[in-house]
């Protein structure tokens, strides 16, 4: 329940708040958490919803408000968010926000009609009773994500939350509902969407890159899902006009037997994602940082003028200033950024990497700055051994490039400084010696690997 900008109105009548001062509250559960106890998934954030209330008594029975004018409390022991029922209505054209009532006489139908989806609109009373005014849990049931009401297109971010949960249920058998993604494309067409905050919009993107994976106790989410919806009702063109170019451009048959660059991008952000599931949540960020790489690694392809198809020479340089532009304008963390760039300029070195004399290896390595940062060198090659695998009939293929080039750094890496300290080099030359080594060091493993090229 985040919304940019929210304009309140207090209770508009005093005297009856002042009336039902001694009603006693209801409070609910709603939304994601009565969903995904339905769903049996585990519930992460519990939201409650209080009917009946005015800010004064909830003040009184000691819950601190939370935002300065948003009627949104924490619970005085549990700290659970508590917010009172509203209604919701935009106002004027394009992006104005919100004009919210809030007191006591909203009822809980009325609240739950200005919600998103119809799983998300039903609530939980006190005894485990389910309140479902607009066929939730049939919705559920069917597997179903349909919106409860025309307020669904008062709040452009939904396209992307449809979205977002179109991924995260895929795995149980959820579609859209015809009319709501009808709905998604008037909201695209109308322009809305460019009115959402970068923040905004990059947040729902991390959490769906973040979800893919079968390293929680429940069904995982498939990210590559929540890029497909967008791009089918017009969203993508809006928010990602470079990665919407990609669908309908075509690449060699023999390489990439899927031929739409967009499918393949799809492919390779599902298989990065199976490279990645298994890592530990300490390392989310970086799982995601190869989830976006894998996004970001073709995108030069959308620039390939049409004479040249279906060959894409150059991409990997044209490429580079899209991933910069998508990624100031969606204030993408700058450690994405980084591996992004570093997939996109190299992806294709690394799948030839059988092919390259050392020499060229170790000024990739250098560029790739595997000397002071051999982690992010993993991550690379994971994206591109993703993108190697994300096609057609490819999915099963080894990437031997991965074993190479890693034995290649990790030898590399072994020669430090110290020993030509102590040999009296200083600077200059010192580096010029560490080099030499590390050459000969890239040469040795290059023989010693030779036996795993599949060529
Ligand atoms: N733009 C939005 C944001 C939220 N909601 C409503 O507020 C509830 C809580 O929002 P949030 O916590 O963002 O989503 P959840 O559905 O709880 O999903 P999650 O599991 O991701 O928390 C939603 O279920 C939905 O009823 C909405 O209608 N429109
Ligand atoms: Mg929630």
Redesign the pocket.
Known sequence: ?HFGRTLFTDTPDKNQSNSLANTELTTYL????V??KLLNRPV??K?YLVVGATVEQMLALGYQQVGKDFPVFLHPKTKAEYALARTERKQGQGYTGFSCYFAPDVTIEEDLKR??LTV??MAMDTNGEIIDPYNGQQDLNDRVLRHVSDAFIE?P??VL?VARFAARYHQYGFTIAEETVNLMREISASGELKSLTPERVWQEMQLSLADGGTNSNNIAGSPEVFFQVLQQCGALAELWPELDALWGIPNPALWHPEICSGIHTMMVLQQAVLLTQTMPVEKTDQKIAIRFAALCHDLGKGLTPSPELPSHKGHEKTGLPLVEKICKQLKVPSNYKQLALKVCEFHLHCHKAFELKASTLLKIFDKLDVWRKPDEFEYFLMACKADFLGRLGFENRPYPQEEYLQSAVNAARAVTAKAFVEQGLQGAAIKEAMAKVRLNEIANIKAACAHLNPA
Request: no cysteine; aromatic share 0%.
């Open positions: 329940m709603v939304g994601g958490a969903r995904d992460k954030d939201d919600r998103d998300n609109a709040d971010l939904r939350r």
